[in-house]
T-cell receptor, first 114, second 112 residues
Framework: AQTVTQSQPEMSVQEAETVTLSCTYDTSESDYYLFWYKQPPSRQMILVIRQEAYKQQNATENRFSVNFQKAAKSFSLKISDSQLGDAAMYFCASFNFGNEKLTFGTGTRLTIIP | NAGVTQTPKFQVLKTGQSMTLQCAQDMNHNSMYWYRQDPGMGLRLIYYSASEGTTDKGEVPNGYNVSRLNKREFSLRLESAAPSQTSVYFC???????????FGPGTRLTVT
């Protein structure tokens, strides 16, 4: 069974500062992918960043980067230069190709303080 | 391209009523999914369809049925709605060469 754990229900950060959201996962699969999704108040699920488990290099997308620690099964998201538009729920998720299952964590609500 | 579309956006049902949530994608994706989102629980997979003509149960299939009408469309049916099915429902799709799922805007369903 796959599980994804986000231990921070809420986080806040000052505008222009850096914040890190934590995520741990557990899977018995060797081939899997990890994602961070953002859900603003509009409730649209928006893909922020993805990481293939077989790649050692951490993924980056502009101000968003991950710290992927495969042995520790940890996948944290770092947001640099936080902007007001970053305020949202952030969900960590793992996808196992074998069973077509995308498993989500319970989310972290990020507040940006002006 | 519209991406993934869902109808309706909001719906209120009485206990025991039935309804079908519609989903369509225009990205020529093979796989399609239905999720429900409840407060504090993230998204949970209800059913999925890996290709036209196939469907499989996910984590929480009880009380739901699905139909993969064609490659574009994947519908979710509640035969006899219950208050426990009050939730936000998301449809998603995925292409063969990608492991990313693209989500529709969601349907907020309330069962009274």
């Amino acid at each position: 069974a796959q599980t994804v754990t986000q231990s921070q229900p809420e986080m806040s950060v000052q505008e222009a500062e850096t914040v890190t959201l934590s995520c741990t996962y557990d899977t018995s699969e060797s081939d899997y992918y990890l994602f961070w999704y953002k859900q603003p108040p509009s409730r649209q699920m928006i893909l922020v960043i993805r990481q293939e488990a077989y790649k050692q290099q951490n993924a980056t997308e502009n101000r968003f980067s991950v710290n992927f620690q495969k042995a520790a099964k940890s996948f944290s998201l770092k947001i640099s230069d936080s902007q007001l538009g970053d305020a949202a729920m952030y969900f960590c998720a793992s996808f196992n190709f074998g069973n077509e299952k995308l498993t989500f964590g319970t989310g972290t609500r990020l507040t940006i303080i002006p | 391209n519209a991406g993934v579309t869902q109808t309706p956006k909001f719906q209120v049902l009485k206990t025991g009523q039935s309804m079908t949530l519609q989903c369509a994608q225009d990205m020529n994706h093979n796989s399609m999914y239905w999720y429900r989102q409840d407060p504090g629980m993230g998204l949970r997979l209800i059913y999925y369809s890996a290709s036209e003509g196939t469907t499989d149960k996910g984590e929480v299939p009880n009380g739901y049925n699905v139909s993969r009408l064609n490659k574009r469309e994947f519908s979710l049916r509640l035969e006899s709605a219950a208050p426990s099915q009050t939730s936000v429902y998301f449809c998603a799709s995925r292409g063969i060469l990608s492991y990313e799922q693209y989500f529709g805007p969601g349907t907020r369903l309330t069962v009274t």
